[in-house]
């Protein structure tokens, strides 16, 4: 079962990593601990490209005491207070490091980068240790990770709330006191409604006090709460401050920033550079981010050895996105060799953490047996499960379940009913998938505007198959007005991304002049991109060109060799030219055995020359035994498809004394190259239209390739 697809699109993540940013990485306000100097402070790329404050300039107090702004902000009205007993002991710092790092400075930095780089396995261990010591800070923290499943610690949110209910109060009188670090848990605790009422006005009223510190963390976690608000003008000042101070995590929302153009004029040559040195600091966000440019080659040359790469890098950190992106690669063996139990291994890693991608993908190996043991019971009430929660991958997986049989009995309503809801919430493959349910009717009416209008969708998403067929609708003017210019764009578009038909089918309306200026060169330039792919249709295209010289030297043996190919994948038109090849000794030894083989092939899918000429060889006896009966069936054959020279074919065989037939003739160049189309309900009208294109084009050069006194 089919769940993902290899083209993927990179999603709009800059939301989401500042979100991410603030509420589980950039309040990391390190009371009294300064960050530490690194290279990237020395070397800051954003130092490069623009202008840029140096140095962080502290908001004025205002007027009001620490106390009173404090009672200002935690008032009856605005604020649900937990009063917590406060040990004696709960003030005393957590254990030091030779440096005099406290347990919680030394995480916090592991956490957030402002050693230089992120490290969660260590960040987790200090974390816990400095929870242990019953430091009120610390279980904050704790409560915040815990919150949201933060730094490879599993989501609980219940269990936050209840150290978060038991630590607040301390925490509060400490930030009263003007610990920084006290004062961007208090934001935290006010944006998002942890052991206190949610107050975002109180969350930005904290933040703005702790960024007095000066600290690259404090002013890391004012800039995306900013960015997160809307506020990117103030926001990204504050990030820079931050980046300027060698901030992994500023440095890498910043990247977002100039690379999507979010709150600054987009500069992807800037972002690409910030986004690379937060990685190189072991940033596994934007690691798995640069995953994805390489993986789409998106501003990068495609590179799906380096996207593994940077994957498995973030994977090994505990990043749910990069691990069950790694897995698709391993499940689909790209840019690494196919391993379904790696792949499992990762899906299971990221479903470990919640992530719900990783659930839907472990239960489709659970489905199919793909490294783990076969179990469709378990896998299908994993999907429901998963489809229940409103997941669209789920919910597409479930609709192939419906639709294989191989589980639930088939149901193709309740299969366009999930593809439906999968398909409304953006998703691209349902979407497409249920453009080709309207084209054929399955499961619903048939109905070409609501085919059209699912096919536009997915194909806008960038969903490269969709591209591909939404082309063809236009090529052949189903459903849509036929507009090769439209054709050709969204063929480019699909072929730009590897779709091996659409390749080829661009380069057949460069070979055509429809809807591109015609263009023989360019038109081999498209074929041989989709023949080296594997596209049957592709190799069997580029073999005329050689066959014929269009667009390149005439060479036998090219065109032989791409023959071969297609004809074994039953392509019957280069069966045919397959058949000619050694009826002529064209590119390989002459063989009139193997002729006659190929000749049979394609004759029995209805090619209506090889008919005729596989007839003419049993009259003959030539490469098979010489075999009347069989020669007017074949050519009966191609007669009763309107083939006008097997009708004088018979009317030779039925002389008294039967003479060798004039009838068999090798191919000569299609005029107008006919497109293959995604739809199988267009494909005999293809075939139709191409034999009859070769049949005309046959008869016209018939004089000329006669064979003189021996009827071939």
């Known amino acids: 079962m089919q769940v993902h697809r290899t083209i993927f699109r990179l999603p709009r993540v800059l939301p989401r990593l500042l979100l991410t940013m603030f509420s589980s990485v950039t309040i990391c306000l390190i009371g009294g601990c300064q960050s530490q100097p690194t290279a990237l402070a020395e070397q800051s790329v954003l130092a490069t490209q623009r202008q840029v404050i140096t140095a962080a300039k502290p908001i004025k107090e205002e007027t009001t005491s620490e106390i009173e702004a404090f009672l200002a902000l935690t008032s009856d009205e605005n604020s649900q207070q937990v009063s917590v007993p406060v040990a004696p002991d709960q003030a005393l710092p957590t254990k030091s490091d030779h440096s005099g790092r406290t347990e ?52 609980d949110k219940d269990r936050a709330q209840q150290i978060a209910a038991d630590a607040i109060g301390r925490v509060r009188q400490l930030a009263i006191g003007g610990n920084s670090n006290a004062m961007g848990l208090m934001g935290y605790v006010s944006d998002f409604g942890l052991a206190i009422q949610q107050d975002t006005k109180q969350a930005e009223q904290w933040l703005r006090k702790a960024v007095n ?46 690379f999507f153009g979010e709150g600054v004029e987009r500069d992807r040559e800037t972002g690409f550079a910030l986004l690379s040195k937060a990685a190189e600091c072991e940033h596994p966000f934007v690691q798995t981010q640069l995953g994805t440019l390489y993986q789409n080659g998106d501003f990068v040359d495609l590179d799906l050895q380096q996207a593994a790469t940077w994957y498995r890098r973030a994977a090994d950190a505990g990043e749910p996105e990069a691990q069950w992106r790694l897995g698709d690669l391993y499940n689909a063996g790209r840019g ?13 890693l990221a479903m470990q953490a919640g992530n719900l991608e990783a659930q839907t993908r472990f239960a489709c190996c659970l489905y199919q047996g793909h490294g783990i043991q076969q179990d469709m019971r378990s896998a299908v009430e994993l999907l429901r499960k998963t489809a229940d929660q409103g997941v669209p991958e789920a919910q597409n997986a ?97 072929a730009d991304q590897g779709v091996p038909m659409a ?15 015609k263009d023989m060169s360019e038109a081999v330039r498209w074929f041989r991109m989709g023949a080296e792919a594997g596209d049957a249709i592709g190799q069997m295209r580029l073999g005329e060109c050689y066959k ?17 190919p297609a004809a074994e994948k039953g392509v019957s038109d280069a069966q045919y030219d397959l058949a000619v090849c050694y009826d002529l000794g064209q590119g390989t030894k002459k063989d009139e055995a193997a002729a006659c083989k190929w000749y049979l ?28 009966a069989k020669a007017k069936q074949w050519l009966r054959a191609a007669a009763d498809q309107g083939f006008q020279l097997a009708e004088r074919n018979l009317a030779l065989l039925s002389r008294p004394r039967p003479v060798s037939l004039p009838g068999k003739y090798a191919t000569q160049p299609v005029i107008g190259f006919q497109q293959q189309t995604s739809f199988q309900s267009n494909q005999s009208s293809y075939w139709q239209q191409r034999n009859a294109n070769r049949q005309s084009e046959l008869a016209r050069g018939a004089a000329q390739t006669q064979r003189s006194g021996q009827g071939r």
């Open 104 to 155: 919680l400075d030394q995480a916090i930095g592991y956490y957030t980068g402002t050693t230089g780089r992120i490290d969660y396995a260590a960040a987790r261990t200090h974390f816990s240790r400095a929870a242990e010591s019953n430091d009120p800070l610390a279980k904050m923290w704790l409560a915040r990770l815990l919150y949201q499943g933060s730094c490879g610690f599993e989501q």
């Open 213 to 258: 510190s000066g600290e690259s963390s404090a002013q890391l976690s004012l800039g995306g709460y900013l960015c997160a608000q809307g506020n990117f003008a103030e926001g990204i000042k504050w990030l820079e401050f931050a980046a300027e101070q060698g901030n992994c995590v500023a440095i890498g929302l910043l990247g977002q920033c100039y």
């Open 336 to 348: 690494v060799d196919q391993d379904y139990e790696l792949a499992v291994k990762y899906y299971r």
């Open 398 to 494: 479930m609709s192939v379940v419906y639709r294989d049989g191989k589980y639930e009995q088939v149901n193709l309503e309740v299969a366009v009913q999930w593809l439906q809801k999968a398909a409304e919430q953006g998703h691209a493959e349902a979407q497409a998938s249920l453009s080709y349910s309207y084209f054929f009717g399955i499961g619903v009416e048939k109905n070409m505007p609501k085919c059209v209008s699912w096919l536009k969708k997915a194909a806008e998403q960038g969903h490269g198959e969709a591209q591909y067929a939404l082309g063809t609708l236009y090529e052949n003017g189903m459903g849509v007005e036929l507009d090769y210019t439209q054709a050709a764009m969204w063929y480019r578009k699909a």
């Open 503 to 517: 390749q080829t089918n661009l380069g057949a309306l460069y070979a055509a002049g429809n809807g591109v200026e």
């Open 548 to 564: 014929f010289g269009m667009g390149v030297e005439r060479d036998f043996e090219e065109a032989f060799k791409w023959f071969s």
């Open 601 to 628: 092939m394609a004759a029995k899918q209805g090619h209506s020359v090889a008919q005729n000429n596989l007839g003419t060889h049993y009259a003959d006896g030539i490469g098979v035994s010489r075999n009347i």
